[in-house]
C-alpha cells in the first residue's frame, strides 16, 4: 500500500474525489496514510470512523479523509453538512463511499481493495477505475508505475 500511496499522491491534488472500498481490514486506511504521507503530511492519521472525517493541510490545500462506515443512511451525509468539502479547492478521501450512495459526487477514481487469493494474508488485489478525465488521466499515469495484472 505504501508505494501505491506514493504513485498516487504524484497524481493527486485539489478538488480531486477518490472513493475506496473494501471490506474492514482490507487496507482501505492504510492506502490513505501511504498517500498523505507521501503527500507531504508527516504527523499521525487517524481513522474517521467515529469522526467521519479528518482534516489534513497539504501543500497549501486541504485534504479531507472520511469514513462513512457508521452511516446507516446516504442521507446522513447531507444531513451532517459534509457537501461543503467537495470543492475544487480540496482533496477528498472516502472510506466507504457506498454507505452514501446516490448522494456523493461522482469520483475521479474508485479504489477497490479485495483480499487476495493467494496464501500470503498481507496480499491484496487492486482495482482502479477513473470515472472522470481527471481521473482516467490519473489512471494512466498510475498504470506506468503498476502496470495491469494478467487477468
Request: negative net charge; proline residues 7%; aromatic residues 10%.
Amino acid at each position: 500500500m505504501r508505494s501505491l500511496g506514493a504513485a498516487l499522491a504524484r497524481q493527486l491534488g485539489p478538488g480531486m474525489r477518490v472513493y475506496l472500498s473494501g471490506p474492514l481490514g482490507s487496507g482501505k486506511t492504510a492506502l490513505v496514510r501511504a498517500t498523505l504521507a507521501a503527500l507531504g503530511h508527516t504527523g499521525r492519521v487517524k481513522s474517521p470512523t467515529y469522526t467521519l472525517v479528518e482534516i489534513y493541510v497539504i501543500s497549501g490545500y486541504i485534504a479531507y479523509h472520511f469514513d462513512f462506515y457508521r452511516f446507516n443512511d446516504p442521507a446522513e451525509w447531507r444531513e451532517a453538512g459534509l457537501d461543503e468539502h467537495f470543492n475544487e479547492s480540496s482533496l477528498c478521501l472516502v472510506e466507504w463511499p457506498e454507505k452514501a450512495s446516490g448522494v456523493l459526487p461522482v469520483p475521479d477514481l474508485m479504489v477497490r481493495i479485495e483480499f487476495s487469493a493467494s496464501e500470503d494474508p498481507q496480499a491484496r488485489t487492486v482495482v482502479i477505475e477513473g470515472l472522470s478525465e481527471r481521473g482516467t488521466s490519473c489512471l494512466d499515469a498510475l498504470r506506468l508505475n503498476f502496470p495491469t495484472a494478467p487477468a
